[in-house]
């Protein structure tokens, strides 16, 4: 049993039609996997008829009880949809997939017999298809061998294949003692040759059912090794990422020193790497993901799109999913917003905006309005106009001779608090700066562009209810536009579609992306008012158009995408449902106060950063070549949660979609890691 420990597989076993030998080819391989020491377990989640599941416990001789291995059973041999609708009996779902996980933590290798081919249809809406996907197992398909059998297989792999199952490979069951023919001999090659599907090999006809004849018979008839070995990309994935690839955001000396980790997979809230290792994803993969990796709805939406245009230009075209997705985002956005303008990062979003707001005002006679204000620790992208209101000097000060001039004020966050005064005092006393500002250059100023409610970049700085709302009545005062860059903070990230609902700000143009799309492709969107739509309506010979745009504006896939993860939030009411997770966020939080070298934790919403400090009184910041904020999500990664850093920050932004128990994991091992290492480091 020495292999035993090594190994935690799990396989799903389908047929290209009923009546091919899955239960046969089941039997044969869970028995030779037994032969090599491995603790094999068995399930077949719907049986209508017979008594396959009986018979793989009898023979397999494993001690899982009938109702485990065969959680539904009907008595008339029908497809399970009609079996099952005619004794009134439902299969739930998440039954199924619950037993699996117990059978699977169990045994070594579990084996999972699906009912006949894989569109079958379990219950209403519902295939054996999606229970493959739902279970997250690699598949072997089984074939009988003849006439047909290239058609049926074909059929049965590329559906797997289209909905991003992982086909191990196809076995086949010889159904008869007579000699082969021509079809018998050669259509296994030719299926591997049209498929590029590995043929596992062929269970030859067993005229008793016993364990001494199937391993006598079987023992080379089947490729165990091939089945078992895994499917992990290789080892020069890592090489190739060294030698080709320069990461954003990343000092590449230090990167060359380091063990790359590469995510070859993802499904709900976790990440796989190409070792097989799965992680939980902390950061939403930079703040994108909303439902979960792998939505099979957005997913469905995206190949359907593929169906039918993958990609047709909005330059002089219009196309149906940019039309529609526009009609969802002006009802969700906040009052006024009329008009959308599509472009694929939140920094294109934004220099879209900028742009916008400069030429409203060149276009209707206004020339002297050319200013953009911006605050202090601010963050709007890394193209050059947005990083030219960045408030943040590390991603600026290299590029200041290539960038335009704007008018930075104090941002209202400000950290450690001056003694005497609450947070929301000292926010709308720093804001004092912004308002003389306005007031002696609102005839320059075309815009104010600000991140509402949280300074992500900066550190996750929160700004007090009440000082959005101040910002907006001042631009409004003091006719200035206002741009609400949601890039960030939109799409459910603080508690409401978007963080200027908090205090009901309706902006004159909004910047989005990231969350847009649920995490799937690059898309954003500049919306603005009927007003500064109307400013670039002239004629033709003025000149006066809007020249910006780009090559993938308004994608169709992109778009399709757009609109599945709004539909996903109405239907699955994402928002009605996010509060409980965020009061066990802010109650996780509440602990982290309590280390010694952490100095402060700031939230809103699903948003969080936990910043690390040498010492809290007199409150001093690690060095920034210490790396202590990059150092604890190195060794987070060991522990299985992917977190990243903005220096000493530990960022927390899973997707909204995360449960409660990964939730209070990932907090767990955040928690025990931090501790850990500013424990090793007393300064």
């Not at 008839?221 to 890592?238: M, N, Q, R, T």
Request: charged content about 25%; glycine content about 8%.
């Amino acid at each position: 049993m020495g292999q035993s420990a090594k190994i935690k597989k799990i396989f799903f076993i389908t047929g290209t039609d009923t009546g091919v030998g899955k239960t046969m080819f089941t039997l044969t391989l869970g028995i030779l996997l037994q032969e090599k020491g491995f603790d094999v377990g068995v399930m077949k989640p719907v049986q209508c008829g017979g008594s396959d599941s009986a018979f793989l416990k009898k023979h397999l001789g494993v001690d899982d009880s009938l109702e485990k291995i065969n959680p539904y059973f009907a008595l008339e041999p029908l497809s399970p949809y009609l079996a099952f609708k005619r004794c009134r009996k439902e299969i739930r779902v998440e039954k199924i997939i619950d037993v699996a996980n117990e059978l699977r933590a169990r045994h070594d290798v579990l084996l999972i017999e699906g009912a006949g081919g894989v569109l079958v249809p379990i219950k209403k809406g519902y295939l054996v298809a999606d229970l493959i996907r739902d279970l997250d197992c690699e598949v072997i398909v089984v074939s009988r061998l003849g006439l047909g059998t290239i058609n049926h297989s074909l059929l049965t792999i590329n559906q797997l294949k289209g909905q991003g199952s992982r086909v191990k490979g196809i076995g086949f069951n010889c159904l008869h003692s007579g000699k082969m023919g021509i079809a018998e001999e050669t259509n296994p090659a030719a299926i591997k040759e049209l498929t590029g599907v590995a043929v596992l090999g062929t269970i030859p006809f067993l005229k008793e059912i016993s364990r001494r004849e199937i391993v006598k018979k079987c023992a080379g008839a089947l490729d165990v090794k091939k089945i078992l070995e895994s499917g992990a990309a290789p080892l020069s994935y890592e090489e190739w990422d060294k030698k080709y690839i320069w990461h954003p955001f990343t000092q590449m000396q230090d990167w060359q020193k380091e063990e790359p980790l590469i995510i070859e997979e993802a499904r709900g809230s976790y990440l796989k790497d190409t070792k097989g290792r799965w992680y939980i994803d902390g950061v939403s993969s930079l703040w994108v993901n909303v439902h979960g990796h792998r939505k099979r709805a957005i997913d469905d939406a995206i190949k359907n799109q593929i169906d039918k245009v993958s990609h047709s230009t909005l330059l002089g075209l219009g196309n149906t999913p940019s039309v529609e997705l526009a009609k969802e985002l002006v009802s969700i956005a906040p009052k006024g917003l009329q008009k959308v303008f599509y472009s694929d990062s939140g920094s294109t979003a934004v220099e879209i905006a900028l742009k916008i707001a400069y030429q409203y005002w060149q276009n209707i006679g206004r020339a002297q309005k050319r200013n953009i204000v911006h605050f202090e620790h601010s963050y709007h992208g890394d193209t050059l106009g947005s990083v030219s209101v960045g408030g943040i000097d590390l991603f600026q000060k290299v590029y200041r001779d290539l960038i335009f001039k704007a008018i930075k004020v104090d941002s209202p966050y400000g950290f450690p608090i001056l003694k005497g005064m609450s947070r929301a005092e000292y926010a709308f006393a720093r804001l004092k700066n912004f308002e003389n500002v306005l007031a002696k250059k609102n005839k320059t100023i075309a815009a104010v562009i600000v991140e509402p409610l949280v300074q992500a970049a900066a550190g996750i700085l929160v700004w007090p209810m009440g000082i959005l709302k101040r910002v907006a009545e001042l631009c409004r005062q003091y006719d200035c536009l206002l741009i609400a860059d949601e890039v960030a903070t939109g799409f459910g990230r603080t508690g409401k579609m978007f963080a200027c609902k908090h205090e009901k700000v309706s902006p004159d143009i909004l910047c989005l992306a990231k969350g847009l799309t649920g995490g799937y492709l690059p898309l954003a969107a500049t919306l603005t008012t009927q007003r500064i739509f109307d400013g670039f309506l002239f004629p033709y010979k003025d000149q006066k158009t809007f020249f910006h745009g780009h090559t993938y504006t308004g994608n169709p896939l992109a778009c399709a995408a757009a609109l599945a993860n709004l539909k996903v939030f109405e239907k699955e009411k994402t928002l009605y449902n996010l509060p409980p997770k965020i009061r066990l966020l802010t109650d996780e939080l509440r602990r982290f106060r309590r280390l010694a070298h952490v100095g402060d934790v700031r939230q809103k919403g699903f948003m969080a950063g936990i910043e690390l400090v040498r010492t809290k009184d007199p409150y001093e910041h690690y060095p920034w070549e210490e790396k202590m904020g990059a150092r604890v999500c190195q060794e987070l990664r060991k522990h299985g949660v992917i977190l990243r850093p903005l220096g000493n920050v530990i960022v927390l932004m899973p997707p909204l979609a995360i449960k409660q128990n990964e939730l209070k994991r990932m907090s767990d091992i955040t928690y025990r890691i931090i501790e850990k290492i500013t424990k090793r480091d007393k300064g």
